[in-house]
């Protein structure tokens, strides 16, 4: 097992050096540079700002003093707003990206996996059908429109929540309902579909075959089963919620991560990209890596070596 | 003797989107306590769902729509869920096909053989059951039974999880152990250990078991006596000497006659039975077996034969056990005036 985990964070970080060394290349690629603006800028002024941040220098040696910042996590200065480092974003972004990405997240586990267990349980009946209705308007309906659609409700109509903003925690209700919507529609289905193939194996007939009651069978039989794929998917999904969404965060005027990444990526801010990159990344791998190792807790089967 | 099981002209069907599907269809027969009864036929025989309506275990829109089944005198059909699981495990158990399947990957097998003994009986401590558990597993004899109630289901083989299902099935010393075949899933080597298991635990704890299989060489080893059914119908029922020496049904005849032997001309081929089983939507008027019966007269496809008893114990539904049964071509009635 120790091997293992050793294994598993040297190639983690393998993977990190490949992302970022990919993501550094992509964005020299593309036209422009941080300084490329409408206004005509002098060429000494333009030479001055890339000796100031180095960027005269060969692209290599760019990449190889970035990734020596990174290494010490500093993840550079902003070249687009003076004074603000990357770190200074992520930290500014993350508490609000974090919080939103938490409270969505245990609003999904507590929404999606009680649907699909009992639309299972009711396969057919009319409990099944509207659950299963309301779960694929979730997965079709983009985000942005639910979002919409729930402002002008409950903001703007009933009054109930803010507009925007997340100076109380009504503020974060909106935004849970219409990040999550997806998730949960999703991991509802998931759950439906799993538990029904688990309720047909062998194993749960010869659980009832015990004579134990139909709740046992299925709280400690059929769910544990049923929960794995569940399992395998969360990883991806709490990376994203944690991280947040930038059209929810625009919609609801919430200062999160994923607007600095987007407006990163239109400013070419070289550094700001590669930091929310990484910063993103670290957090995907981590939490597969999490899911993992949660694997082998629920599931026997599954070693490690 | 004690019946400990009587079915009762068992009806069980299955609704499916293109119809109802008669899988049993008016099944009787009884079980005596500590004996052992076969029952053969082909895949879609009725002889799996017939067991699974004792256990009152069928899958999806299963029902039993008519018939009465009783154990120990109790009548199982229309018991509440509730009654019924106080029966299940406790009076009659069952072993499954696939013992590769049939036990959770993710719960131990000390643990999941141990869940059947609380099940019936939530007063045993946990250090109690553990070693009932051992001991139950030392009757099966899986060796170092003591270090392996931890292990889970994947680490033993094919026999091994099949002796722990054995081992839960006989946990609470049920009086009816129903075994549906058992031994189909497993190497030849093993299902000859497994069939010797059986009939050790059985002297010693002299239960009844109802054993349902395609093969009538493992009936030969364990069963005294024997149901052949077909088409979700008992077409012939005898002890096991006459099932081999006498069979009444040309069904049976064509079984045994499919039978490898080890001694036979090897130029000789196996002699299939012609055809498939019929199709339970809409069972034919007469004898299932008819269309692929070599004897069928006009009678065997219009009307279904009534059981005819034909000495001690030994009963067969067809026409050619009828008085009026012509005597050319009948293979009965040449048997009795040409053979001993």
Redesign the interface.
């Known amino acids: 097992m120790t091997k293992y985990l050793i294994k598993r964070v040297l190639i983690m970080i393998v993977t990190l050096f490949m992302i970022a060394l990919l993501t550094f290349c992509l964005m020299h690629i593309v036209p422009g540079s941080p300084f490329t603006s409408q206004k005509q800028v002098s060429q000494a002024v333009l030479d001055a700002l890339n000796a100031k941040y180095n960027l005269d220098d060969p692209l290599w040696k760019q990449f190889v003093d970035y990734m020596i910042g990174v290494l010490h996590f500093d993840f550079g200065p902003s070249y687009k707003y003076t004074g603000k480092t990357v770190n200074d974003f992520i930290e500014g972004g993350m508490p609000y990206s974090g919080t939103l990405g938490l409270v969505t997240l245990v609003f999904v586990l507590l929404m999606s996996i009680p649907m699909g267990i009992v639309a299972a349980l009711r396969n057919g009946k009319w409990q099944d059908m509207l659950l299963m209705f309301f779960a694929t308007l979730g997965v079709t309906i983009p985000s942005f429109v639910i979002a919409t659609g729930l402002l002008y409700i409950f903001s703007f109509k009933l009054g109930w929540t803010p507009v925007y903003g997340v100076d109380t925690w009504k503020g974060y209700i909106l935004p849970m309902i219409a990040m999550g919507g997806y998730s949960i529609s999703f991991l509802a289905r998931l759950m439906r579909s799993s538990l029904l193939e688990v309720m047909?194996?062998?194993?749960i007939?010869?659980?009832?075959?015990?004579?134990?009651?139909?709740f046992r069978v299925i709280w400690?039989?059929a769910l544990?089963?049923a929960l794995i794929p569940v399992i395998t998917v969360l990883g991806p999904t709490i990376a994203n919620l944690l991280t947040g969404s930038f059209v929810i965060e625009k919609i609801f005027a919430i200062p999160g991560l994923g607007g600095y990444f987007v407006n990163s990526v239109t400013q070419r801010d070289y550094t700001t990209i590669m930091g929310m990159t990484i910063f993103y990344a670290t957090v995907l791998i981590a939490m597969i890596f999490i899911v993992d190792i949660f694997y082998c807790l629920?599931?026997?089967?599954i070693k490690y070596e | 003797m004690e019946h400990i099981l009587e079915v009762q002209d068992l009806h069980t069907s299955f609704l499916t989107s293109s119809g109802e599907v008669k899988a049993v269809r008016g099944v009787s027969f009884t079980v005596e306590k500590g004996e052992s009864i076969g029952i053969v036929g082909e895949s879609g025989s009725g002889k799996s769902v017939t067991s699974l309506s004792v256990m009152q275990l069928l899958a999806g829109t299963g029902r039993i729509v008519g018939g009465s089944v009783k154990l120990n005198g109790r009548e199982l059909v229309g018991l509440s869920a509730k009654e019924m699981r106080t029966i299940r495990g406790k009076e009659v158990a069952m072993i499954f096909q696939d013992p590769m399947t049939s036990l959770n990957p993710l719960i131990p097998v000390g643990e999941q053989v141990g869940e059947m003994l609380w099940s019936h009986d939530k007063a045993l401590s946990k250090a109690e059951r553990e070693a009932r558990v051992v001991d139950l597993f030392q009757m099966v004899r899986i060796p170092e039974a003591d270090k392996r109630l931890k292990s889970f289901p994947h680490e033993f083989s094919g026999g091994m999880r099949q002796r722990v299902m054995i081992a839960m099935a006989l946990a609470c010393k049920p009086d009816l152990l129903i075994a549906d075949e058992p031994t189909t899933a497993l190497d030849v080597s093993i299902q000859d250990q497994i069939l010797k298991l059986m009939r050790s635990v059985q002297k010693e704890m002299g239960m009844s078991i109802m054993f349902i299989t395609h093969d009538l060489g493992v009936v030969a080893e364990l069963c005294s006596r024997v149901l052949v059914m077909y088409g979700g119908l008992i077409m012939e029922e005898a002890n096991i000497f006459d099932i081999f020496e006498q069979p009444l049904h040309p069904y049976t005849m064509g079984l045994i006659a499919s039978i490898p032997d080890l001694n036979q001309d090897k130029k000789k081929r196996l002699q299939p039975i012609i055809g498939s089983p019929p199709d339970m939507i809409h069972p034919p008027a007469g004898c299932p077996f008819a269309p692929r019966c070599p004897y069928a007269c006009r009678i065997c496809l219009e009307e279904l034969p009534p059981v005819f008893r034909a000495g001690e114990g030994h009963s067969s539904r067809c026409w050619l056990l009828d008085e009026d049964a012509p005597s050319t071509g009948n293979p009965l009635k040449n048997r009795k005036e040409g053979q001993p």
């Open positions: 047909g194996q062998d194993y007939r010869t659980a009832r075959a015990k004579g134990i009651s139909e400690k039989h544990r089963n629920i599931d026997p089967r």
